[in-house]
């Protein structure tokens, strides 16, 4: 079995270390049996991946954090310092005095001393207890970013986390978190593919010295939140025909070379081994000027937040305006 080595980049965060530009995401829906977790992230660990990503939210910590765990027992890696290990706070913990209490319960759940990444998983704030399936308006409250922001720092000063960065933030969002962090967001996860490629996002993020994580790069299309557009799409298959490779690779190639970080998901070992086949070739500029005039279309909408008379009244501002590309 051919080993790949990922190429690597590093964050603003003094003390991260190289993050793989490529990784494996946990996330599926209806959330995935523990074994099938981790399998997956064994046979990841098997081909060359070496970032992997997660969220108290998918209830995939304790498998993964399991995965790694026998992944040193069999020798695949030879110590905890070789992965590189992302979750993130789920919105019921997005409250100044719980952040810590979550990312100390992340780390009993995983079993480890740390983590390389810590993120805010989106820029809204629940009841403490509220069902993430069954959410009323009720369960919405006001966020008070700057106090979980605080916590957030903390938990990186502490050791507990070697960066702390955000998800599904808008420019306005991060602009706001810039104005008096003391550690500003070293990385922003947000859906990001050839159907919604986040231009202005990404050139904000690049002044202010935030890496992109893209998550859903092929459209996670067998997900609730997700499209088929990225995998249907007439000019990726018209361009993936004519390199002689899969429409995935070519909507994974592009996100590398737009200079991103890559979060992709399958449980599935051929494709795993697809997906790593990205990084000896490229996409010609033809290629690239036919990708940029793809319709686009924001999938994951986080409509489960916005309530008419909760803090968050509408998609406008929740995304504060970013619906549509520029």
């Not at 190289?18 to 099938?36: C, K, N, Q, S």
């Not at 997900?223 to 899969?246: D, Q």
Request: aromatic share 8%; net charge negative; proline share 5%.
């Amino acid at each position: 079995m051919a080993f790949q080595r990922i190429p690597e980049i590093t964050l603003s965060s003094s003390n991260a270390k190289a993050m793989p530009v490529l990784g494996l995401g946990t996330a599926d829906y209806p959330r995935p049996a523990p074994e099938v977790v981790i399998k997956a992230v064994l046979e990841a660990i098997e081909l060359g991946y070496r970032m992997f990503d997660t969220s108290s939210a998918y209830k995939t910590e304790e498998a993964l954090g399991e995965a790694i765990s026998q992944a040193l027992n069999l020798g695949l890696i030879k110590s905890r310092d070789d992965v590189f290990i992302t979750s993130k706070i789920w919105c019921t913990d997005n409250h100044g005095d719980r952040v810590l209490p979550a990312l100390q319960k992340t780390l009993q759940n995983m079993k480890l001393e740390y983590l390389d990444q810590y993120l805010i998983h989106w820029p809204v704030s629940l009841k403490p207890g509220a069902d993430i399936f069954h959410l009323n308006q009720e369960d919405v409250v006001p966020m008070d970013i700057k106090s979980v922001w605080t916590a957030m720092e903390e938990c990186q000063t502490l050791g507990l986390t070697k960066s702390i960065g955000v998800s599904n933030f808008t420019c306005k969002k991060l602009a706001d978190i810039l104005a008096y962090a003391k550690i500003p967001p070293a990385i922003n996860q947000v859906e990001m593919n050839p159907t919604w490629q986040q231009g202005k996002l990404r050139e904000f993020c690049q002044r202010k010295g935030i890496m992109i994580a893209a998550y859903s790069p092929l459209g996670a299309a067998g997900a609730v939140w997700g499209t088929k557009g990225v995998l249907e799409s007439p000019v990726l298959m018209e361009i993936a025909k004519s390199k002689g490779k899969s429409v995935a690779q070519v909507a994974l190639r592009w996100a590398f070379e737009q200079g991103v970080i890559i979060v992709m998901k399958s449980f599935n070992k051929e494709r795993l081994e697809q997906n790593l086949k990205i990084f000896d070739w490229e996409l010609s500029d033809e290629d690239s000027k036919k990708i940029a005039k793809i319709p686009q279309s924001r999938a994951c909408l986080g409509n489960m937040f916005i309530f008419e008379t909760g803090p968050v009244k509408s998609l406008e501002e929740l995304w504060d305006g970013e619906l549509l590309e520029e």
